[in-house]
């Protein structure tokens, strides 16, 4: 659209950066589900879900916080804990790990 683009920062908009019907989107993303059999996820579920499949390959929280935007800057970290207990299984493993590399150095 060059420079009759609107933009108005929106992830996901009309071609002109005009916002779409947000029950246009939910029918799209229930149609897609459908086809691909999934089970139905809400659209605003795909934010959780990337947040946490980039905690799951290591993404740092701070990042993951900025990418889901001002409005969830503070990640509930209870919430991250129940979702990937084994992150937490994997931090304790490398901390004791690096302990443990720390005291052999030293001793």
Known sequence: MGKDYDNQDMVICRPTGEPIDVKNVNKRLDKLIE???MKRIRFHD?????ATLMLSIGTPV??????????????NFKHVCSLLPSMQVEAVKTFSESMQKFKNAHS
């Open 62 to 75: 701070k990042i993951v916080s900025e990418r889901l935007g001002p409005c969830e800057s503070r990640i």
């Open 46 to 50: 795909l934010r959780h879900t990337h």
């Open 35 to 37: 086809n691909l059999e």
